[in-house]
């Protein structure tokens, strides 16, 4: 019998995750059963989208309903395996429980290849789920062409530290959008940005006017609100707007009417291409899409930058720092030792 800590989802938030949101507790685990695997965490993923599960908006899958356990995306090491598809000793990716160890069935999981040059927590908090979603959302819903301008709003994120860098390897003029002085010096120092706006202090449609005088032909949107409303205010005529994150509204009920975007009207006299998109529909393509990405992070073409909590304990101040934009880069916790 093996014990574990594991968060449970005690109580819907009003607004912002709360202290009793969820709850850790530490129970026993039984023994993995017939075609049954028996995991060991190692890192969690920290994504946006956990917060939108605590909610009662409908979604794009199962939210998780007060008195389950918490779940997110995660690297595991199979440590007991009755499953001949998952040998014990093999790293695993996929949906489990926010917990040391789980049993999981193999149902979601994935094998995950170790790559020589990459550290695990590169290849993990990269190739999983923001690298995949920057390249998709750039490339195959923005489309842009050789010498664009491609405007990123959260782009000292996870996400769009990486679309700024692809858009850039594919010949684009690149705008980021973050919050504070630290953040747009990243990008243009660290993340290729050619440049940076600071939503915090900057007006955001003059400086986007100053920087792309004849517009923005791609629009790559991770916040919404204000900043939806900047990009479609200057977008050019027939231009793509990339909805891939709406962070700004995940901490409202579904009873809250959400505001905007008020240049909707855009949509029409600028002849815009708006189109929305969840990375879980091109799980298919993933081994293509990893192979791009770690080829260009082995060539150094990609920067990227990990902020790591340690310890399960700290998963819930983690996930809050994707709110407060107190995290610098892809955020993961370390539950336990790479081996
Ligand atoms: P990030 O690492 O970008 O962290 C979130 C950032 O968002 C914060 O650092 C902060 O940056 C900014 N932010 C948070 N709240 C606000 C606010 N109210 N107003 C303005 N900025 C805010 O997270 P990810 O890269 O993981 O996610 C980015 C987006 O991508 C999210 O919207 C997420 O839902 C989306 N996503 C979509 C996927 C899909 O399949 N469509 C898959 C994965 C992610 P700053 O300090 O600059 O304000």
């Not at 006017?209 to 791609?218: C, H, K, N, T």
């Not at 720092?321 to 916790?333: D, E, F, Q, S």
Request: aromatic share 8%.
């Amino acid at each position: 019998m093996t014990h574990t800590r594991r968060w449970y989802f005690n109580r819907r938030p009003a607004k912002d995750i709360e202290a009793d949101t969820l709850l850790l507790r530490e129970e026993a685990l039984p023994p993995a059963g017939a075609g049954q695997l028996l995991l060991r965490t190692i890192y969690l993923s920290m994504d946006a989208t956990n917060r939108l599960w605590l909610g009662d908006w409908d979604l794009y899958m199962e939210p998780v309903r007060p008195g389950e356990a918490m779940k997110g995306f995660a690297l595991c090491e199979v440590i007991e395996s009755h499953n001949a598809a998952f040998p014990a000793g093999s790293l695993v990716a996929g949906l489990v429980p926010w917990s040391d160890y789980s049993l999981s069935d193999g149902s979601g999981l994935s094998l995950v290849p170790r790559i020589a040059g990459l550290k695990l927590a590169e290849a993990f908090g990269v190739l999983a789920i923001a690298g995949p979603t920057a390249l998709v959302g750039l490339m195959e819903i923005g489309r842009p062409k050789a010498g664009d301008t491609v405007v990123v709003t959260a782009a000292a994120g996870a996400v769009g530290m990486l679309v700024g860098q692809i858009a850039r390897i594919h010949g684009c003029r690149t705008i980021g959008i973050a919050g504070g002085p630290d953040k747009c010096r990243m990008l243009t120092e660290s993340f290729g940005y050619d440049h940076a706006i600071d939503y915090k202090r900057d007006d955001v449609v003059a400086r986007l006017r100053e920087l792309a005088p004849d517009g923005v032909d791609v629009h790559f949107e991770n916040v919404g609100g204000d900043m939806l409303d900047a990009g479609l205010t200057v977008m050019k005529n027939f231009g793509a707007v990339v909805i891939c994150g709406l962070i700004s509204t995940y901490n409202s009920a579904a009873g809250d009417r959400i505001p905007g975007p008020y240049m909707f009207r855009n949509l029409i006299m600028r002849r815009l291409r708006v189109e929305g998109f969840v990375i879980l529909d091109y799980l298919d393509r993933y081994p293509q899409y990893q192979a791009q990405l770690a080829g260009w992070m082995l060539e150094g073409r990609l920067n990227y930058r990990l902020d790591i909590t340690e310890g399960l304990e700290n998963a819930v101040d983690a996930l809050k720092m994707l709110y407060t934009g107190a995290n610098n880069g892809k955020v993961l916790v370390r539950i336990g030792p790479e081996s």
